[in-house]
């Protein structure tokens, strides 16, 4: 069992940056795949980055590619997600999202442990 819980969302205007941290709890943190995730109202669970176990792998969506970094401090285990050049289409709630094994997927059905979200919220 893996339990998260994301932090650092908030307000902030266009060309901002913020930084979210998915802060882990339970199994072996550095044998699961994390991925973030986020829902604005109306649409569906876009898939937004994600790391391997190790940290060794990564990959971003491509709508936030060049903008947003996925990284992982497994000692404290904790996973990050910078976020610049913000947009107001990037306003939505952000999710962590991790696996069973070390190696990750955009498939949002695929990750089994979910935190609660974080509000993102870009003004133009």
């Known amino acids: 069992q893996v339990q998260l819980e994301e932090s650092g969302g908030g307000v902030v205007q266009a060309g901002g940056s913020l930084r979210l941290s998915c802060a882990a709890s339970g199994r072996t943190f550095g044998t699961t795949a994390v991925g973030w995730f986020r829902q604005a109202p109306g649409k569906d669970r876009e898939f937004v980055a994600a790391i391997t176990g190790s940290g060794s792998a990564r990959i971003q969506g491509d709508s936030v590619k060049g903008r947003f970094t996925v990284s992982r401090d497994n000692a404290k285990n904790t996973v990050y997600l910078q976020m610049n050049s913000l947009k107001p289409d990037d306003t939505a709630v952000y999710y962590c999202?991790?696996?069973?094994?070390?190696?990750?997927?955009?498939?949002?059905?695929?990750?089994?442990?979910w935190g609660q979200g974080t509000q993102v919220t870009v003004s133009s």
């Open positions: 999202a991790a696996r069973r094994v070390p190696f990750f997927t955009s498939r949002p059905s695929e990750y089994a442990y």
